[in-house]
């Protein structure tokens, strides 16, 4: 983990950069439960980045941010510190996420704005930090964007037993004046704006980025590993709608395959993006070197 690379891309003007904040293989029943992976044997190109010799699927908890020279917009904000979650490897973490960011150029008092794809509790983590035994934002300086349908749907559920990701990563955003609820398809910038991809949860959006005739898009949780390009009808059980997310995969793919834009996967291993193609009817990840 420790010792993955650090990823940027240039799309037009933009630079992207991930911050990673894990990455690990994970059994294929924990992401997609009783699903038939036959799959695996059928795509080679899925090993050695994406699953192991063994079998397992590597998935990334990461951020990007996006960088036009003039702002700077974080999406999605991981797991965070400190904070109790019922699943154990993500409990009460203590890494270096912040530092990390720093690092690459992005320290938190330079970020301008913070997009949360939807509100699962990997995406809104370091939305806060703990300060004096009180969540505080992450980022002061900048204004959170949240989808209004998406914040309307979790904000009437009840927290689960364990945990309280509302409580602690979203409403301290609330209460200190910095969240914006947007809709589905807000331009955020002249150079980015949000592509509705419903499924996974109610309001789940991806990112657009289109600049100097490049473009890309930030996936989101509407996949969650390059085995769902070779067959979107593997679901997970994490998804809110499963026929509803299936039918989002099936038409980002037919969106955007073969066609120039960088795919950016939000859990995707290390190299986390590139295009998709399609030849001899498999459709496939061709990843996108960093730096370029």
């Not at 904070?83 to 990390?100: A, N």
């Amino acid at each position: 983990m420790t010792d993955l690379p650090a990823e940027r891309w240039r799309v037009g003007d933009i630079e992207i950069t991930r911050v990673v904040e894990s990455e690990t293989p994970v059994s294929a029943k924990f992401l997609f439960g009783e699903a038939q992976l036959e799959i695996l044997q059928k795509a080679p190109w899925l090993k050695p980045c994406y699953v192991t010799e063994e079998g397992r699927l590597v998935l990334s908890v990461h951020a990007f941010v996006v960088d036009d020279g003039q702002r700077k917009i974080v999406v999605d904000t991981c797991v965070g510190n400190d904070k109790l979650r019922r699943m154990p490897f993500w409990s009460q973490l203590q890494g270096p996420f912040l530092s990390r960011m720093a690092e690459l150029g992005h320290p938190a008092e330079s970020i301008h704005r913070v997009l949360c794809t939807h509100l699962h509790v990997d995406h809104v983590g370091w939305n806060t930090r703990l300060v004096g035994g009180r969540w505080v934002p992450t980022f002061p300086n900048a204004r959170y964007l949240f989808g209004r349908s998406e914040w309307e749907h979790w904000s009437g559920e009840a927290p689960t037993p364990g945990e309280d990701i509302i409580g602690d990563s979203v409403k301290p955003i609330l209460d200190a004046g910095l969240a914006e609820f947007v809709e589905s398809d807000h331009r955020v910038s002249p150079l980015v704006w949000l592509e509705p991809t419903h499924g996974h949860t109610p309001g789940h959006v991806s990112v657009r980025i289109r600049s100097q005739g490049a473009e890309a898009v930030i996936t989101g949780d509407l996949m969650h590993h390059p085995l769902q390009i070779a067959d979107p009808e593997i679901a997970t059980p994490f998804d809110y709608d499963t026929e509803w997310a299936r039918r989002t995969r099936r038409e980002f793919l037919a969106r955007y395959t073969d066609a120039p834009v960088l795919v950016l996967g939000t859990h995707f291993a290390t190299p986390a993006a590139g295009q998709i193609v399609q030849e001899r009817g498999v459709r496939r990840l061709v990843p996108r070197g960093s730096g370029s």
